[in-house]
Structures are given as C-alpha cells and as structure tokens.
C-alpha cells in the first residue's frame, strides 16, 4: 500500500523502533500518525517532531479498556504496526513465572488485542496494512532469553493466520524480522547475554525505514536489517542451522 497520506498507527511509539517508525512514515508523507504509548507522558520528544502530523494516543495493550479506547480515539487508521513488546532474561526453568506471564500476555495477547479492536477500523476505511514487528528471535529458543522468543514464535504464527483471515477485507499482513537493533532493550539483553554484542547492530531509523519499504512493496516477510537477511536466507534453506546458532548464545 502506498503510505503518502496515509493515518498510521505505531504502538510502542515512545523510543527505539517504535520512535523510529513516526519519523519513517512522517518522511514518506504520511498525513497523520497516531503514536502510541502506555503512558502518553513519554511520547514529548516523538510529539515534538511534528506536532501538527503526529497524534499522541494513550494504548496500554495489555488493557482491553485502553485498547477499546484508542480505537474509538483513531478512527481514521490505515496503517497499523505492532511494534509494542516487553522482554524478560532468565531460563524457563528457574525465573518468576509472572514475568513469563507478562511477555506472552504482552507480546502476543496484547498484540491480537490491538488486531481484534483496529481490523474494523482498517476495514472501513477501505484497507490497508497491518506490521506485526516480531524478531529473528522467533526462530529458536534461546535458553537464557526466557518468555521472548516463544513470545515472537507465537505472533509469528498468529501473523500467519490472521493474514488469511485478513486478505478478504483488504489488508495486507506483514511478518517483520529485526535482528539487533540499537535500542534500550537491546542494550539491556545485552548486559545479561554478552555474546549478543559479537552480532552487527542496525540503527533503529535503517530498520524503521526499511520496515516502511516493505510495507510499501507489499512483502509478507520483511528483514530489515543485514543481520535479519542473513538469519532469514539461512532459515529458508536449514532451519534447524538457525536454530543451533540463537540457541547456542546461552
């Protein structure tokens, strides 16, 4: 779909991806952005770009109450990308049950919340796009990575089959695949799992744009960034070599 002019709607929109993606469709012309954010408060310096195009939106998508809300607050969307997501380190086998609560309830409910509230939305306005931004984490089971990558290998499922039940209606469901990216949580991960720094890094604005690329040329699975494009040829021709790769990290 093209973007120009478009009403997007980016979740997660108060840093690092998230952050990035606004000013991507803001510099493909888009008319308005809806950025999303569990705490409006945190979206200033995004907001502060370009008060007139970008819209702050409260959305916690773990609420079902914020998330009726917001759709009610944004009729107009178009384009959706579900980039809101959580992370916990520990092994499955030994750290708190409720943080692994927390990601699966956040990353994969959280996002078919926003789906189920803003499919009608795109619908009505005639179609568009939906980007569920996953990971290359989706791939394997990384031991000390916790909730995360089942988290990521659920929405990557639940993308593959809402794009069935979408196609009908008009919008297009696109499956994204960042590698490492120069965020917060990255840095974080990070600090737990330090073999993660021997992987090349993206900048969260070559991902975002690149995200952007891929929802424009109607691509179903979108790698947007070299370390996702090696991960993704790899996986399409020896999935169980991918699989000892992220899992070996630890």
Excluded: C
């Amino acid at each position: 779909m093209r973007v120009h002019n478009a009403v997007v709607l980016v979740t997660g929109a108060n840093r690092g991806i998230g952050s990035a993606l606004v000013t991507a469709f803001l510099e493909r012309g888009a008319a308005r952005v809806h950025a999303g954010a569990r705490d409006p408060g945190t979206l200033a310096a995004v907001t502060g770009q370009d008060p007139e195009r970008i819209r702050p939106l409260a959305l916690d998508i773990t609420d079902p109450t914020s998330v009726t809300a917001a759709a009610a607050t944004a009729p107009d969307v178009t384009p959706l990308v579900n980039n809101a997501g959580v992370h916990a380190m520990g092994h499955l086998l030994e750290m708190d049950l409720r943080d692994v609560e927390t990601v699966m309830n956040t990353n994969w409910l959280g996002t078919l919340r926003v789906l189920r509230a803003f499919a009608p939305v795109i619908e009505r306005n005639g179609g568009g796009a939906v980007a569920n931004v996953i990971s290359v984490g989706a791939f394997a089971g990384t031991p000390s990575m916790g909730g995360y990558p089942a988290s990521k290998a659920a929405l990557n499922a639940l993308t593959q089959a809402v794009r069935l039940d979408l196609a009908p209606r008009g919008i297009d469901v696109h499956a994204v695949f960042p590698g490492p990216v120069e965020t917060d949580m990255l840095r974080l991960t990070t600090d737990a799992l330090p073999a993660m720094g021997d992987f090349p890094r993206a900048s969260a604005a070559d991902v975002a744009a690149a995200i952007v690329d891929g929802v424009e040329a109607g691509a179903d699975e979108i790698f947007p960034d070299a370390f996702a494009r090696e991960i993704g040829d790899e996986w399409r021709r020896d999935p169980k070599a991918v699989e000892r790769r992220l899992a070996g990290l630890a």
